[in-house]
Protein backbone atom coordinates (compact mmCIF):
# COMPACT_ATOMS: atom_id res chain seq x y z
CA UNK A 1 0.00 0.00 0.00
CA UNK A 2 0.94 3.13 -1.01
CA UNK A 3 -0.26 7.30 -1.44
CA UNK A 4 -1.15 7.48 -5.31
CA UNK A 5 -1.91 10.18 -7.27
CA UNK A 6 -0.22 12.39 -4.93
CA UNK A 7 -0.65 16.30 -5.91
CA UNK A 8 0.03 19.68 -4.49
CA UNK A 9 -1.47 23.05 -5.58
CA UNK A 10 -1.45 27.08 -4.09
CA UNK A 11 -4.72 28.87 -3.45
CA UNK A 12 -6.17 31.43 -2.15
CA UNK A 13 -9.47 31.34 0.00
CA UNK A 14 -10.44 34.90 1.31
CA UNK A 15 -7.26 36.60 0.79
CA UNK A 16 -5.24 33.64 2.49
CA UNK A 17 -2.62 31.76 0.74
CA UNK A 18 -2.81 27.57 0.97
CA UNK A 19 -1.79 24.94 -0.06
CA UNK A 20 -3.56 21.97 -1.14
CA UNK A 21 -2.14 18.18 -1.09
CA UNK A 22 -4.24 15.79 -2.07
CA UNK A 23 -3.36 12.26 -2.42
CA UNK A 24 -5.68 8.80 -2.44
CA UNK A 25 -4.48 5.35 -0.63
CA UNK A 26 -6.56 2.31 -1.61
CA UNK A 27 -9.71 3.33 -2.45
CA UNK A 28 -9.63 6.58 -0.04
CA UNK A 29 -8.61 10.20 -0.93
CA UNK A 30 -7.12 12.48 1.70
CA UNK A 31 -6.94 16.51 1.42
CA UNK A 32 -4.91 18.57 3.98
CA UNK A 33 -5.39 22.38 3.82
CA UNK A 34 -2.15 23.90 5.07
CA UNK A 35 -1.83 27.84 5.16
CA UNK A 36 0.87 28.92 3.24
CA UNK A 37 3.02 30.75 5.71
CA UNK A 38 3.40 29.34 8.61
CA UNK A 39 2.60 25.89 6.76
CA UNK A 40 0.46 25.03 9.67
CA UNK A 41 -2.07 22.48 8.49
CA UNK A 42 -5.73 23.41 9.77
CA UNK A 43 -8.13 21.41 7.65
CA UNK A 44 -8.33 17.69 6.47
CA UNK A 45 -11.10 15.65 4.76
CA UNK A 46 -11.97 12.42 2.95
CA UNK A 47 -13.74 11.31 0.72
CA UNK A 48 -14.49 8.78 -2.46
CA UNK A 49 -13.26 10.89 -4.97
CA UNK A 50 -10.64 13.81 -4.99
CA UNK A 51 -13.19 16.00 -5.74
CA UNK A 52 -15.04 15.16 -2.65
CA UNK A 53 -12.21 15.41 -0.29
CA UNK A 54 -10.59 18.46 -1.57
CA UNK A 55 -14.06 20.76 -1.85
CA UNK A 56 -15.11 18.90 1.77
CA UNK A 57 -11.65 20.66 2.59
CA UNK A 58 -11.79 23.79 1.57
CA UNK A 59 -15.31 24.25 2.85
CA UNK A 60 -13.92 23.69 6.40
CA UNK A 61 -10.84 25.69 5.80
CA UNK A 62 -13.36 28.96 4.81
CA UNK A 63 -14.78 28.21 7.75
CA UNK A 64 -11.88 28.22 9.91
CA UNK A 65 -10.23 31.44 7.95
CA UNK A 66 -13.28 34.11 8.82
CA UNK A 67 -12.69 33.33 12.54
CA UNK A 68 -8.89 34.58 12.18
CA UNK A 69 -8.98 38.21 12.71
CA UNK A 70 -6.31 40.77 11.30
CA UNK A 71 -5.34 43.44 13.66
CA UNK A 72 -2.64 47.16 13.22
CA UNK A 73 0.52 45.83 13.05
CA UNK A 74 0.83 48.65 15.04
CA UNK A 75 1.43 49.61 18.84
CA UNK B 1 22.09 9.49 5.77
CA UNK B 2 22.60 12.90 4.90
CA UNK B 3 26.32 13.66 3.91
CA UNK B 4 26.46 17.21 4.46
CA UNK B 5 28.74 17.87 7.34
CA UNK B 6 26.76 19.17 10.45
CA UNK B 7 23.42 17.14 11.05
CA UNK B 8 25.00 13.81 9.68
CA UNK B 9 23.86 12.20 12.73
CA UNK B 10 20.80 13.41 13.30
CA UNK B 11 19.10 13.62 9.56
CA UNK B 12 18.23 10.65 7.82
CA UNK B 13 16.52 11.00 4.47
CA UNK B 14 13.59 8.92 3.64
CA UNK B 15 15.47 6.23 1.52
CA UNK B 16 17.56 5.52 4.16
CA UNK B 17 14.60 5.16 6.36
CA UNK B 18 13.37 2.78 3.63
CA UNK B 19 16.42 0.77 3.54
CA UNK B 20 16.02 0.27 7.63
CA UNK B 21 12.89 -0.83 7.96
CA UNK B 22 13.84 -4.22 9.22
CA UNK B 23 17.19 -3.54 11.23
CA UNK B 24 16.25 -4.26 15.00
CA UNK B 25 18.51 -1.65 16.43
CA UNK B 26 16.09 1.10 14.69
CA UNK B 27 13.02 2.30 16.25
CA UNK B 28 10.54 4.60 13.81
CA UNK B 29 7.98 7.12 15.27
CA UNK B 30 5.24 9.15 13.52
CA UNK B 31 4.52 11.75 15.80
CA UNK B 32 1.34 14.20 13.80
CA UNK B 33 -0.25 17.75 14.28
CA UNK B 34 -3.16 15.54 12.90
CA UNK B 35 -3.09 12.97 15.34
CA UNK B 36 -5.80 10.99 12.77
CA UNK B 37 -3.03 11.01 10.11
CA UNK B 38 -1.00 8.29 11.36
CA UNK B 39 -4.05 5.63 10.97
CA UNK B 40 -4.40 6.63 7.31
CA UNK B 41 -0.94 4.65 6.45
CA UNK B 42 2.11 4.95 8.15
CA UNK B 43 5.64 3.68 7.88
CA UNK B 44 5.78 0.14 8.24
CA UNK B 45 6.70 -0.68 11.47
CA UNK B 46 6.27 3.25 13.21
CA UNK B 47 4.56 3.36 16.23
CA UNK B 48 2.42 6.59 16.18
CA UNK B 49 2.79 9.25 19.35
CA UNK B 50 0.04 11.56 19.68
CA UNK B 51 1.53 15.02 21.39
CA UNK B 52 -1.66 15.98 22.78
CA UNK B 53 -1.85 13.00 25.31
CA UNK B 54 1.44 11.02 25.15
CA UNK B 55 4.38 13.98 24.70
CA UNK B 56 3.28 16.12 27.60
CA UNK B 57 2.18 16.36 30.78
CA UNK B 58 -1.73 16.29 30.63
CA UNK B 59 -2.64 17.78 33.83
CA UNK B 60 -0.11 20.37 34.29
CA UNK B 61 1.13 22.98 31.38
CA UNK B 62 5.01 21.33 30.89
CA UNK B 63 6.43 18.30 28.90
CA UNK B 64 6.23 14.61 28.98
CA UNK B 65 7.13 13.52 32.99
CA UNK B 66 9.56 11.35 32.90
CA UNK B 67 7.83 8.39 33.94
CA UNK B 68 5.23 8.39 31.64
CA UNK B 69 8.63 9.14 28.77
CA UNK B 70 9.72 5.41 29.93
CA UNK B 71 6.29 4.19 29.49
CA UNK B 72 5.89 5.36 26.08
CA UNK B 73 9.46 4.28 24.96
CA UNK B 74 9.30 0.98 26.93
CA UNK B 75 5.43 0.13 25.53
CA UNK B 76 6.93 1.11 21.69
CA UNK B 77 9.68 -1.22 22.01
CA UNK B 78 12.91 1.08 22.51
CA UNK B 79 15.28 0.85 24.86
CA UNK B 80 18.12 3.15 25.58
CA UNK B 81 20.57 1.74 23.14
CA UNK B 82 18.08 1.92 20.12
CA UNK B 83 18.40 4.55 16.98
CA UNK B 84 15.13 6.51 17.09
CA UNK B 85 13.58 8.07 14.13
CA UNK B 86 11.11 10.62 14.08
CA UNK B 87 9.03 11.85 11.34
CA UNK B 88 5.72 13.48 11.42
CA UNK B 89 3.89 15.68 9.24
CA UNK B 90 3.62 19.73 9.16
CA UNK B 91 7.49 19.70 8.10
CA UNK B 92 8.39 17.44 11.26
CA UNK B 93 6.85 20.30 13.83
CA UNK B 94 5.82 17.82 16.40
CA UNK B 95 8.59 15.67 15.25
CA UNK B 96 11.28 18.08 16.39
CA UNK B 97 9.12 18.63 19.41
CA UNK B 98 9.39 14.32 20.78
CA UNK B 99 12.96 15.17 19.29
CA UNK B 100 13.70 17.90 22.07
CA UNK B 101 11.89 15.96 24.73
CA UNK B 102 13.83 13.25 23.80
CA UNK B 103 17.76 14.85 23.86
CA UNK B 104 15.84 16.88 27.12
CA UNK B 105 16.21 13.47 29.18
CA UNK B 106 19.13 11.83 27.57
CA UNK B 107 18.13 9.61 24.97
CA UNK B 108 21.59 9.24 22.45
CA UNK B 109 20.45 8.17 19.32
CA UNK B 110 17.58 9.95 17.90
CA UNK B 111 17.18 11.40 14.04
CA UNK B 112 14.75 13.03 12.01
CA UNK B 113 13.69 12.04 8.75
CA UNK B 114 14.59 14.82 6.49
CA UNK B 115 11.03 15.68 4.83
CA UNK B 116 8.77 13.77 7.23
CA UNK B 117 5.42 12.55 6.36
CA UNK B 118 4.76 14.43 3.33
CA UNK B 119 8.01 12.93 1.75
CA UNK B 120 7.31 9.91 2.19
CA UNK B 121 3.68 9.72 0.74
CA UNK B 122 4.83 11.96 -1.94
CA UNK B 123 7.87 9.72 -3.47
CA UNK B 124 4.73 6.96 -3.10
CA UNK B 125 6.98 5.02 -0.02
CA UNK B 126 5.45 1.90 1.23
CA UNK B 127 2.69 2.31 4.21
CA UNK B 128 1.03 0.18 6.12
CA UNK B 129 -2.13 0.54 8.64
CA UNK B 130 -0.58 -2.26 11.19
CA UNK B 131 0.31 -1.62 14.32
CA UNK B 132 3.71 -2.31 15.07
CA UNK B 133 4.67 -5.73 17.19
CA UNK B 134 7.62 -4.66 18.77
CA UNK B 135 8.06 -6.54 22.03
CA UNK B 136 7.85 -4.40 24.91
CA UNK B 137 11.65 -2.88 26.34
CA UNK B 138 12.88 -1.56 29.85
CA UNK B 139 13.94 2.43 29.53
CA UNK B 140 14.97 4.01 31.97
CA UNK B 141 15.25 8.07 31.01
CA UNK B 142 17.65 10.86 32.63
CA UNK B 143 16.55 13.81 35.05
CA UNK B 144 15.98 16.57 32.21
CA UNK B 145 18.38 18.15 31.09
CA UNK B 146 17.41 22.09 31.24
CA UNK B 147 20.06 23.34 29.50
CA UNK B 148 17.94 22.95 26.39
CA UNK B 149 14.96 24.52 27.97
CA UNK B 150 14.11 28.33 28.89
CA UNK B 151 12.02 29.10 31.39
CA UNK B 152 10.53 32.24 31.75
CA UNK B 153 12.38 34.21 33.89
CA UNK B 154 15.39 33.92 31.99
CA UNK B 155 13.64 35.15 28.87
CA UNK B 156 12.43 38.21 31.01
CA UNK B 157 16.41 38.46 32.21
CA UNK B 158 17.63 38.19 28.30
CA UNK B 159 15.13 40.82 27.63
CA UNK B 160 16.50 43.12 30.47
CA UNK B 161 20.02 42.14 29.92
CA UNK B 162 20.17 41.29 26.35
CA UNK B 163 22.45 38.28 27.09
CA UNK B 164 20.85 36.00 24.67
CA UNK B 165 19.89 36.29 21.01
CA UNK B 166 16.07 36.04 21.20
CA UNK B 167 14.88 34.10 18.21
CA UNK B 168 11.13 34.44 16.75
CA UNK B 169 10.37 31.64 14.76
CA UNK B 170 6.95 32.14 13.41
CA UNK B 171 5.58 33.87 10.92
CA UNK B 172 6.10 37.57 9.85
CA UNK B 173 2.31 38.57 10.32
CA UNK B 174 2.30 36.71 14.06
CA UNK B 175 5.69 38.59 14.78
CA UNK B 176 4.02 41.90 14.09
CA UNK B 177 0.92 41.18 15.73
CA UNK B 178 -1.17 41.17 12.65
CA UNK B 179 -2.91 38.18 13.30
CA UNK B 180 -2.38 36.02 16.81
CA UNK B 181 -2.05 32.91 15.26
CA UNK B 182 -1.39 30.76 12.26
CA UNK B 183 -4.52 31.76 9.97
CA UNK B 184 -7.23 29.27 10.18
CA UNK B 185 -5.84 28.04 13.48
CA UNK B 186 -7.58 29.22 16.84
CA UNK B 187 -6.29 32.56 18.97
CA UNK B 188 -4.45 31.43 21.90
CA UNK B 189 -3.34 34.63 23.26
CA UNK B 190 -4.55 37.85 24.51
CA UNK B 191 -2.29 40.28 23.09
CA UNK B 192 -0.26 40.15 19.41
CA UNK B 193 3.42 41.31 18.79
CA UNK B 194 6.63 39.74 19.81
CA UNK B 195 9.19 39.87 22.69
CA UNK B 196 11.22 42.94 23.20
CA UNK B 197 14.65 42.15 20.91
CA UNK B 198 13.32 39.30 19.18
CA UNK B 199 14.82 38.89 15.63
CA UNK B 200 12.66 37.53 13.18
CA UNK B 201 13.73 33.92 11.65
CA UNK B 202 10.58 32.08 10.33
CA UNK B 203 11.20 28.45 10.73
CA UNK B 204 9.88 27.93 7.22
CA UNK B 205 13.02 29.93 5.71
CA UNK B 206 14.81 27.04 6.84
CA UNK B 207 12.63 24.17 5.09
CA UNK B 208 12.92 23.51 1.08
CA UNK B 209 9.53 23.11 -0.96
CA UNK B 210 9.71 19.47 0.01
CA UNK B 211 9.94 19.58 3.52
CA UNK B 212 13.45 19.08 4.19
CA UNK B 213 16.14 21.46 5.83
CA UNK B 214 17.87 23.56 3.54
CA UNK B 215 21.81 23.26 3.80
CA UNK B 216 23.54 23.78 7.44
CA UNK B 217 25.69 27.08 4.94
CA UNK B 218 21.86 28.43 3.66
CA UNK B 219 20.64 28.09 7.19
CA UNK B 220 23.38 29.71 8.58
CA UNK B 221 23.57 32.27 6.07
CA UNK B 222 19.92 33.41 7.12
CA UNK B 223 20.76 33.90 10.79
CA UNK B 224 23.74 35.71 10.21
CA UNK B 225 21.93 38.04 8.16
CA UNK B 226 19.62 38.86 11.49
CA UNK B 227 22.67 38.89 13.51
CA UNK B 228 22.00 35.68 15.23
CA UNK B 229 25.72 34.04 14.64
CA UNK B 230 25.73 31.67 18.16
CA UNK B 231 28.63 34.31 19.42
CA UNK B 232 25.82 34.04 22.52
CA UNK B 233 23.28 32.20 24.22
CA UNK B 234 20.27 31.57 21.53
CA UNK B 235 16.81 31.09 22.47
CA UNK B 236 13.97 29.80 20.08
CA UNK B 237 10.54 30.38 20.58
CA UNK B 238 7.07 30.49 18.63
CA UNK B 239 3.32 30.04 19.67
CA UNK B 240 3.66 26.56 21.84
CA UNK B 241 7.28 25.97 21.40
CA UNK B 242 7.27 22.90 18.66
CA UNK B 243 8.05 25.18 15.44
CA UNK B 244 10.96 26.33 17.57
CA UNK B 245 11.91 22.69 18.04
CA UNK B 246 12.22 22.95 14.99
CA UNK B 247 14.41 26.38 14.59
CA UNK B 248 16.09 24.72 17.69
CA UNK B 249 16.94 21.59 16.06
CA UNK B 250 18.52 23.43 12.95
CA UNK B 251 20.65 25.82 15.20
CA UNK B 252 21.37 23.26 17.20
CA UNK B 253 22.39 19.95 15.20
CA UNK B 254 22.91 21.48 11.61
CA UNK B 255 24.78 24.38 12.41
CA UNK B 256 26.79 23.10 15.68
CA UNK B 257 25.50 26.01 18.20
CA UNK B 258 26.45 25.14 21.68
CA UNK B 259 23.88 27.05 23.71
CA UNK B 260 20.53 26.79 21.76
CA UNK B 261 17.39 26.86 24.50
CA UNK B 262 14.03 26.06 23.24
CA UNK B 263 11.17 28.03 25.11
CA UNK B 264 8.23 26.19 24.96
CA UNK B 265 6.64 28.84 27.15
CA UNK B 266 6.39 30.34 23.95
CA UNK B 267 4.05 33.46 22.93
CA UNK B 268 1.18 31.45 24.59
CA UNK B 269 2.79 32.17 27.80
CA UNK B 270 4.71 35.64 27.01
CA UNK B 271 1.43 37.41 25.35
CA UNK B 272 -0.97 36.52 27.90
CA UNK B 273 1.13 37.72 31.17
CA UNK B 274 0.10 41.13 32.62
CA UNK B 275 2.07 43.54 32.05
CA UNK B 276 4.65 41.69 29.96
CA UNK B 277 6.41 44.07 27.59
CA UNK B 278 5.38 43.67 23.74
CA UNK B 279 7.16 45.26 21.17
CA UNK B 280 4.75 45.73 17.63
CA UNK B 281 5.81 45.93 14.79
Known amino acids: MRAEEFSERKDTIDGWAVNLVTYRIADRWYCTIDNVDPGARFARAEGGTREDAERTALEKAQKYLKQTRRFPASG | ?79 NAATIILYGDNNNWFAAWAFWQLKLYGHQDVRIMDGGRKKWLAEGKELSTEAPKAAKKTYSAKAPDNSLRAFLPE ?107 NYDGSWTEWGNLVGAPVEKP
Not at chain 2, 37 to 61: E, I, K, M, S
Not at chain 2, 179 to 186: E, Q, S, V
Not at chain 2, 229 to 253: M, N, Q, V
Request: glycine letters at 10%.
Open chain 2, 155 to 261: VQESVKGGKASLVDVRSPAEFTGEILAPPGLPETCQRGGHIPGAKSMPWAKLANDDGTFKSPAEIKALYDGVGVTGDKPIIAYCRIGERSSHSWFALKYLLGYNNVK
Open chain 2, 1 to 79: MTAQGQGSDVLVSTDWVAQHLSDPSVRIAEVDVDTAAYDQGHVPGAAGWNWTTQLCDTLVRDVVPKNKLEELLGASGID
